[in-house]
């Protein structure tokens, strides 16, 4: 029997969170990681091993998720997205090298593609298979 | 609370950001290593977003609904397809909505869950759209988070908060300004502010 989802991030209506301090359109980042932290989240994110929502459910869930910055949210999400699919292993993150053979990844992300991929995204269309059996305003039953 | 403890906390934050940056840096080694990315990639996907995908995207696609009636009906019709055709298209943006603001209807956009933003036409999301500040006040209380923002509407007017999903995003086609008539769409899309876009904001004045 598996433990019911928990998501720490259903913030909407909360109170107690203080005001909004707006921010100059400039400003991208607030720490020197940062950058990289992005990148390494989006071309992890490019090699197929998950989707958006495996990837909000891995950041939502995590303990810590109300004291850690935005980025640093990315970060645990993608190590514990990567260890569970054995892409990664603790002794490495630990040790900060590579300690055991590499899984086969569907793609990697080049860098002459990365235009054309960020362009492209992952739309979520589906065709219908068949016609709806109620139009919109119908009735149920 | 002493000095020495204001210090502690400082030490401590500090020292936490610095493991984070140890952590970015083992993290980006080993996945190097493993050959799971390209580094020149990582230096793509960042170039990307600080030049070329940022909220003037948004500012030319608004300005050009101001000018031209056919484009603005089309946008509100069909944003993904009215935007594809100024080549603002692909990842987190996917699929649009275009909301219009006007004398009765004022637009706001939020992800109370995340972050949900559309990044080919804004770019990155700010600090406090991702924050729970403005997650958990705006579908509460949008005239106190405008309020933050330094902006108060007219008691009348109707404010519509719009919560973003992982497919849907969301894009605030704010009223053109007074005064603008003899403006081209370059000249426009100068007043069109990053925060107009997702309702927290005004578009300038000239």
């Not at chain 1, 990681?33 to 950041?59: C, F, H, Y």
């Not at chain 1, 630990?94 to 960020?118: K, Y």
Request: net charge negative; charged share 20%; glycine share 8%.
């Amino acid at each position: 029997m598996s433990a019911p989802y928990s998501t720490h991030a259903d913030l909407g209506g909360q109170l107690g969170h203080g005001p909004v301090v707006p921010e100059d359109e400039g400003i991208l980042f607030h720490e020197p990681w940062e950058p990289a932290a992005l990148a390494l989240v989006l071309a992890m994110g490019a090699t197929g091993s998950w989707n958006i929502d495996m990837s909000r459910a891995a950041r939502e869930t995590l303990p810590a998720y109300a004291r850690l910055s935005y980025y640093q949210i990315w970060l645990a999400a993608l190590e514990k997205l990567m260890i569970d699919r054995g892409q990664l292993l603790a002794d490495e993150l630990a040790g900060g090298h590579m300690l055991h053979p590499p899984v086969p990844l569907q793609r990697v992300l080049q860098a002459a593609d990365v235009p054309a991929v960020l362009a492209r995204g992952s739309p979520t269309w589906r065709a219908d298979a068949q016609p709806p059996r109620f139009g919109v305003g119908a009735p149920g039953r | 609370m002493g000095s020495h403890e204001h210090e502690h906390d400082h030490e401590h934050e500090h020292s936490e950001l610095d493991e984070t940056e140890l952590r970015v840096r083992a993290l980006q080694t080993i996945l190097t290593e493993k050959g799971y990315i390209d580094p020149a990639a990582l230096d793509a996907i960042v170039d990307t977003y600080q030049t070329r995908i940022g909220p003037r995207n948004g500012a030319r696609v608004v300005a050009k609904a101001w000018t031209d009636p056919g484009f603005r009906d089309w946008l509100l019709r069909d944003a993904s397809a009215a935007i594809a055709t100024l080549g603002y298209t692909g990842r987190q943006g996917e699929h649009m909505v275009a909301v219009e603001n006007t004398e009765q209807v004022h637009n706001m956009v939020v992800c109370t869950l995340c972050s949900c933003y559309p990044w080919p036409v804004l770019g990155l999301p700010p600090v406090w759209y991702k924050s729970a500040p403005y997650r958990s006040r705006a579908v509460r209380d949008p005239r106190g988070v405008l309020a933050d923002f330094g902006i108060a509407l007219p008691p009348g007017r109707e404010i519509r908060v719009w919560d973003s999903t992982a497919e849907v995003r969301y894009l605030v086609l704010p009223q053109r300004p007074p005064g603008t008539d003899g403006m081209n769409e370059d000249q426009l899309a100068t007043l069109v502010t990053r925060d107009s876009m997702i309702g927290t904001g005004l578009p300038r004045t000239p």
